[in-house]
């Protein structure tokens, strides 16, 4: 057994060795310090192990905060740390990248904040790179060129400045690309794979599809090597152009010209083109390709597999795949039963969804409203109001809340079946998550069905209590007023404070309104 710890470990073991066994022969003695060795080995393992444990607790009580506001973040480590347990840098950078994995952007860096502002820790260049793309994810652009333009010259690096450039990429800011483009080329900064990637990424953004090509031959000019995702945005490119033999064309490079490995990824997106394009059998034999690429450690390519079969419109292939990924995996997570629950709904298998769904909710380790909101609107498409209703209460009933998401199903099923009183309670359940004015509206189209009905049934109170809900979430605007007026008309009611009403609320007086306010209210 080879014996693997520290020198400091190891310089200990052959001491203890010497004084245990003094007069000890050369065998005993080998035989101590094995033991010794073995000893500080397990200890070190030991240790390990515990900081491992650690961290795992720490993410616990991270990831656990899910939508809390500022400040919850710094009140969870500085608790930790009172509690005399230990944070380090190495750690807490991998649950900033864990928490931005899953777009928690504004707690992966309150996280960085803390480690600077209250233990002041240094940041590595790497760090800088991810500091800045979570700033300009939750401050704004403005802000991450703000901390860029203040960082040390000795940290304006490929990665800082890499960073900079996918913030522009992907806020589309077309100008700011090509201007700092040119400055990195300068710098001798874009000769990487990601530079340009993210510059092919930024044309598909804004419909120049054409532009990609050139991009990839740049790329080839200035020999930097491409990879799966440069060939996968490529293929995309083309496919946008409606050119399907160059998307052939760019895989059979892949497959044939050795420059990368072929990744499950590649296929995938080969078959979503395929999908696209209704070249069905086409797509399933790529996704036999990707299914001999699969890491059996990785979930996400049988999700991909389950999706494009879906778009194919096989369903027996999503059923063996399912199987598949549950034989490989012993545990399924929220996001593979999102996914099955996802293609089965496209392909209508309204059956097969309400047992999947069954099945989640018998194992689920924590609830998700997207699950269940995905089953309300497959029972709602197929008019099965009750058993939705009823999915929304198991789910309070075990713990779990509905959403925004969840309201507007119901408020949609009940709208277009002119069952308005219940739309009307579900947008006053909405009205009572809304934590913030602008954080939901009631769009237009079913603010106007409501004001409708309320207008058909000469319904003043009812439109008068609608309006009210209306201006709680901020968007009671000239059309919901114009349609209160008419629902006065029609009903033969007079109210003279309507007219300050209007004017409070910054209402634009237009003809229309102005004839109405005075058929309501009496003219001045």
Known sequence: MTAKFPIRQLSWAISASRRLLPTASPASAAEAYSSAAVAAEEEEEATKKSREESGKHLYRRLSEL???PEGAVSRTLNKWVREGRPVRAMELMKHVKDLRKYRRYKHALEIMDWMINIKGMNMSYTNHAIRLDLIAKVKGVESAEDYFANLPESAKNQRTYGALFNCYCSEKMEDKVITLYQNMKELNLVCNTLV???????????????????????????????DNMTYCILMNSYASLNDVESVEGVIHQVEEGGEVIPHWSTYSTLAGIYNSARLFKKSES????LEEL??????E???????LYAGAGNLQEVHRVWKSLKTTFTKQTNMSYLTMLQALNKLDDIDGLKACYKEWESVFAFYDVKLTNLAIGAHLRHGMV???????????????AYDFRTCDLFMDYYLKNDEIRAALNWLEAAVQIVKEADEWKLDGDK???FMNYYEKEKDVDRAEKFCKVLESLNCLGVEAYESLLRTYVASGRKDSSLRERIKEDNIELVP???NLIDAVCGSK
């Open 66 to 68: 899910g939508g809390a």
């Open 386 to 400: 009750e058993e939705a209703e009823s999915l929304s209460r198991k789910a309070r009933e075990k713990g779990g």
């Open 196 to 226: 340009h990637n993210n510059l092919m990424s930024l044309y598909m953004k804004l419909g120049k599809p054409e532009k990609v090509p050139t991009v990839h031959e740049q790329m080839k000019t200035n020999n930097v090597a491409p």
């Open 286 to 289: 790529a996704l036999k390709k």
């Open 447 to 449: 603010i106007k069905l």
């Open 294 to 299: 699969i890491d059996s450690r990785d979930r």
């Open 301 to 307: 390519p049988f999700h991909f597999l389950m999706s």
């Open 512 to 514: 229309t309104i102005q």
